[in-house]
């Protein structure tokens, strides 16, 4: 959104509370029209409110606002791997206009999207006003201009999302984390004692969840729960002292790509679809893209099904399951590899042949298709042979290993997924030293 003036500043005293600023705000958007409302904190920290006709339809920024995005990504059911952008220089806003586009090729249903939009915003809202009391500056800035090619027409008044979002920070500080933020990670600071108030299974569930790299809102995701329900399950052992929270790095911002070839060759025209499922989008529709789409998709958005960026391995999950894809995503993407989830057996095959890629985790037990069969299949494709495969299953038998090894797997990783065992594996399989910037950011 291109602004037709100049910003008008808006200073807001140290310690307003929510209430508060949720009226400034709703004063401010409700008095223009179309615009863009820049919210920072004393540290610097800052956010982005878009709105037109004095509602808002979109918001970025904070602290995790690339892992912000990935959640809206996995709750569309599309693999963040699997978009990809053309130009360098992006629109301020340009995950809305990745929406946009999905929208417009038919990959997405406009409900599903408008839903998500309304996902997004509320979070940004709920960080913004637990962060009330720092915010010392707004800024807005009034354009003439639409949102780009907005999914949806209008959505909700301002008042109806900062009071979604004020009932859910009530609810969080209810719960008993008021003190902390959602975008904190939680980690077991005492393994003896925690296994001492839990059962054996709830243990190990614990510690593959609880690893300090996954923020609660990630976790919530993952175990398909509120974040009130998750402050409720976890504040008895906050209170025995057996969890502490830290702050995490964001992921990596997305790496647009020239117009230039990559390393798996792949061309650049623009793809008919953008989730990564074979010849089918997750509702099986056919991947042919709408006749009269194309001419009117921006040049700088490519959602394609074709190669990631180039910085770091591509590893490849193969598991009905989506919180397996998405524990690999939290403990890998940070660190500069490419993970790239597979929900579908049947048309894993097709995908990896036109992916190549360094790794594979295959999940043993799936519908249709099981493991031992797809591995095997795997093996017979000439480009795939070398390609190191480790199986995913909570059944950790000799058995299964020798059978494992007969059909043509590298490694062997039981389940729960524990991010220190996929490191290992993957160390010992692929050649690859993450950044110094990227290790740093994995372990903050």
């Not at 417009?104 to 915003?121: G, M, S």
């Not at 001419?295 to 919180?323: R, T, Y």
């Not at 500069?336 to 894993?348: K, W």
């Not at 480009?383 to 007969?406: C, E, W, Y």
């Amino acid at each position: 959104m291109t602004s037709a003036s100049t910003e008008t500043v808006y200073p807001l005293n140290p310690g307003t509370n929510p209430l508060q600023l949720t009226g400034i705000i709703q004063q401010v958007i409700q008095s223009e029209i179309n615009g863009r409302l820049n919210l920072v904190t004393q540290t610097g920290q800052q956010w982005d409110l878009y709105f037109q006709l004095g509602r808002i339809v979109w918001a970025s920024g904070g602290e995790h606002r690339f892992r912000r995005w990935h959640r809206v990504l996995r709750q569309l059911g599309i693999s963040p791997a699997s978009i990809q952008m053309r130009e360098q220089e992006l629109p301020a806003q340009w995950e809305h206009l990745v929406l946009s586009v999905l929208l417009k090729r038919n990959r997405l249903k406009r409900e599903d999207v408008q839903r998500a939009i309304e996902t997004n915003i509320t979070e940004v809202l709920f960080d913004v006003l637990q962060a009330s009391a720092y915010i010392t500056e707004m800024g807005c800035n009034i354009s003439q201009r639409n949102i780009d090619d907005s999914p949806v027409t209008i959505l909700g008044t301002p008042d109806d999302f900062m009071s979604q979002a004020r009932q859910q920070l009530k609810a969080w500080q209810l719960g008993g984390l008021g003190d902390y933020s959602p975008n904190f990670a939680p980690i077991i600071t005492s393994h003896d004692v925690l296994k001492k108030h839990c059962t054996p299974q709830m243990y190990v569930t614990l510690v593959s969840a609880l690893t300090g790299k996954s923020a609660l809102r990630d976790i919530a995701l993952i175990k398909r729960q509120s974040l009130t329900d998750l402050a409720l399950f976890l504040r008895p052992y906050v209170e025995k002292n057996v969890l502490a929270f830290q702050p995490i790095a964001d992921f990596p911002a997305p790496v647009p790509k020239s117009m230039g070839g990559d390393r798996r060759g792949s061309d650049r025209r623009i793809a008919s679809h953008a989730v990564e499922s074979g010849s089918t989008d997750r509702r099986g529709n056919s991947s042919t893209s709408p006749a009269n789409g194309l001419n009117e998709l921006p040049d700088n958005v490519m959602p394609m099904n074709q190669a990631p960026s180039p910085e770091g391995p591509l590893i490849v999950c193969i598991d009905d399951s989506p919180q397996v894809g998405y524990i690999l995503e939290q403990v890998l993407v940070p660190l500069g590899y490419q993970v790239l989830s597979i929900q579908d057996p049947i048309q894993a095959l097709s995908t990896l042949m036109r992916r190549k890629p360094d790794f594979i985790f295959l999940d043993l037990i799936m519908p249709v298709i099981n493991g031992y069969e797809l591995c095997s299949q795997i093996r017979r494709v000439s480009s795939l042979k070398q390609t190191p495969i480790a199986i995913l299953t909570g059944n950790d038998g000799v058995v299964d290993r020798v059978r494992a090894k007969m059909v043509g797997a590298n490694d062997f990783l039981g389940k729960p997924v524990v991010p220190e065992k996929v490191l290992a594996v993957l160390q010992k399989h692929v050649r690859y030293q993450p950044a110094p910037m990227a290790a740093s950011r994995a372990v903050a």
